[in-house]
């Protein structure tokens, strides 16, 4: 019978990605709902003295993954090794983050072990032994309430959503064999950002600009580093070219939940509220009264984005030091 | 080259979405049906790599009769046929069933390159893709902003959180789309004339050699317990005040006392 919670953890360079405690919090919780256990994994090269840091948010087993061939996230490599791991283990639910990692390996995980899969979930409720996932659909406009059929169930969870909590148990570390399998895609190249740049998705805080800054970005990234957030962007933005896609926040481009996120100059386009409706907090700054995005906002100001955000800035510097 | 790319009909990004009586669907009649957009630039990448490399390009979509509506867009911009999976005991198919289905149908089609979106925004599964390259055995390369071909090989820019990766696979193989991959073009009006001529396939599940017993609404894997409108936000407090380092005083102060989130 399966049983059990395995989370599948993520870490690049040696560095847990936040979601991955969230994943192992909420695994927690999960098992303990259903009276059962929890399983994390860790996948990479050299990242058998990672395992201690997952410790403290309650697993009862860390599974290393620990193989050259884990380098760098490969969809072949990453699972075919989970295939094997999952069915030795033989959980009754898997969780994972939705990065962009996440998404991508866990749809073709699914489809390897014919399980049911819920995409992006933004709480997970136990009732009766049995999972309620909820997921936004048609750009958050729609939260529906999941259920998974079959003995496997796959829960993917938005980042920045479930909160961390510390639970630490008796915990065992292992290090099975792992069998790479045949991997027909190869990492030719890499360009990863480099400096002290805050992922959009992770950010606690995300300062937005839209076509309002008129591609001006120094005051949003001024009242950014003030409050150790991450910028974002509108479409109409990128698609100006005064930022790259990467920064791009909607329903084709990032979504993010952050505790605070404040909008500057943007109109509040419903493409743009997908990418970040389920923001904790959402501070609207813009010079139309009228504005749409006013009306998903909780705190609204009306004025000139370059008379307002600097000084925001200034205000939080006095409270930051 | 043979191409295929996959593309489905969803609700346009503007529409409202209502929930129907029954509670775990959404109302169909008033909605306005389009392409998905990552599909868009799927097409539009196809074409570009057809004309680059000759060959031709296939358009593969499940849905009901108004699907091919899609189909004939893509014709319209310039696909060479397309095929219709049209199928009523397909209908309601969950992520998994429509891509082993998608993959059938593929299997009989000449192919070298798949391309997918990398979701559709009606359910945002993001799994489809990825399922029809497992089912098919074939290298899947998400969320791709760039590619480049060579001796029998794609190279693709992919995004990563934090970056991005080249990733290189022998063909055949599946990428899916992403922003910035390219600007999808419009169909032209002598497109859209030859698009009527251009060949389109139906085909039911059946045919394709898939069990109707074990696809659509009663197989779904994920079953809806409810839909919901989102959660409502309180109304909106406006920060009054003159002059704007006022405004901003008070702005900081409610989120520094009273939200105490900075
Ligand atoms: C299929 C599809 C997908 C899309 N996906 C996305 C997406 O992922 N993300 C996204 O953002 N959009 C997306 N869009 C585009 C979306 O519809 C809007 O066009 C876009 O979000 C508008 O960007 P904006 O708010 O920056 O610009 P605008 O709508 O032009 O708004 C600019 C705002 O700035 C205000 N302003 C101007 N000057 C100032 C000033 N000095 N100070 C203060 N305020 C000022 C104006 O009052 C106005 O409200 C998509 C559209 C489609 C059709
Ligand atoms: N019914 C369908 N017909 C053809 N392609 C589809 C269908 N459903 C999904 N796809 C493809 O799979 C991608 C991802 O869809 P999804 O997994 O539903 O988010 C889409 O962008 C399409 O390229």
Request: glycine share 8%; charged share 25%.
């Amino acid at each position: 019978m399966a049983q059990g919670v395995f989370v599948v953890t993520e870490q690049r360079d040696g560095a847990f990605r936040k979601v991955s405690f969230e994943a192992v919090s909420e695994a927690r919780r999960i098992a303990d709902s259903l009276g059962t256990d929890v399983t994390a994994v860790v996948l990479g090269s050299g990242v058998e003295d990672l395992a201690g840091e997952l410790e403290k948010y309650g697993p009862d087993k860390i599974l290393v993954a620990d193989d050259a061939a884990l380098a760098d996230y490969t969809t072949d490599a990453y699972s075919n090794v989970l295939a094997d791991l999952v069915a030795s283990v033989d959980p009754a639910v898997i969780l994972m983050g939705a990065t962009i990692q996440g998404k991508d390996l866990s749809a073709r995980l699914a489809a390897r072990l014919d399980a049911g899969l819920a995409m992006d979930c933004t709480a997970v409720k136990v009732s009766d032994g049995k999972l309620t996932c909820t997921r936004p659909m048609f750009g958050g406009k729609i939260f529906a309430d999941v259920q998974i059929e079959g003995e496997l169930q796959i829960v993917v969870i938005r980042p920045n959503v479930m909160e961390i909590s510390e639970n630490a148990k008796q915990c065992v570390v292992e290090k099975p064999a792992v069998q790479v399998g045949e991997v027909k895609t190869a990492i030719v190249d890499k360009n990863i950002d480099t400096g002290d740049k805050i992922e959009l998705t992770e950010a606690d805080i995300v300062v937005s600009g839209g076509r309002g800054t008129g591609g001006d970005f120094a005051v949003i990234e001024q009242l950014a580093a003030a409050l150790g957030g991450a910028v974002g962007a509108s479409r109409s933005v990128v698609d100006e070219g005064w930022r790259p896609h990467s920064d791009q926040v909607g329903q084709t481009g990032k979504v993010v939940s952050p505790v605070l996120y404040v909008a500057c100059g943007i109109s509040g386009a419903i493409q743009h509220l997908a990418g970040m409706s389920t923001s904790k907090y959402i501070v609207a700054i813009n010079k139309d009264p009228e504005a749409p995005i006013f009306s998903k906002a909780d705190l609204g100001v009306v004025g000139d984005l370059f008379d307002v955000v600097p000084a925001v800035t200034e205000e939080v510097k006095k409270i930051r030091g | 080259m043979e191409i295929v790319v996959l593309v489905k009909q969803v609700p346009d990004t503007e529409s409202l979405i209502e929930i129907a009586d029954d509670g775990v669907s959404i109302k169909t009649q008033d909605i306005k049906w389009v392409m998905n957009p990552y599909d868009e630039i799927a097409v539009e990448e196809a074409l570009q790599i057809r004309d680059a490399q000759s060959g031709s390009v296939t358009v593969v979509s499940m849905g009901p009769a108004k699907a091919a509506e899609t189909i004939r867009t893509a014709l319209a911009m310039g696909a060479d046929k397309g095929v219709h999976i049209n199928d009523p005991a397909a209908e309601g198919s969950d992520p998994l069933a429509t891509a082993r289905i998608l993959a059938a149908a593929l299997k009989e089609l000449p192919f070298d390159l798949i391309i997918a979106g990398h979701r559709a925004v009606d359910e945002d599964n993001y799994q489809v893709a990825s399922a029809v390259a497992e089912f098919l055995g074939i290298p899947q390369i998400s969320m791709v902003i760039k590619t480049e071909m060579a001796d029998g090989r794609i190279r693709c820019h992919r995004t990563i959180d934090g970056g991005t990766v080249v990733v290189e696979a022998a063909l055949p193989a599946l990428f899916t789309t992403q922003r910035g991959l390219n600007e999808p073009r419009y169909a032209s009006l002598p497109g859209i004339m030859k698009a009527k001529k251009k060949p389109m396939a139906v085909k039911t599940i059946a045919e394709l050699g898939i069990d109707p017993a074990t696809v659509g609404a009663a197989n779904r894997k994920i079953r809806v317990a409810a839909l919901n409108f989102p959660p409502q936000r309180e109304a909106v407090r406006m920060v009054e005040g003159e002059a704007a380092a006022d405004k901003a005083a008070e702005l900081v102060k409610v989120l520094h006392e009273e939200a105490k989130i900075i």
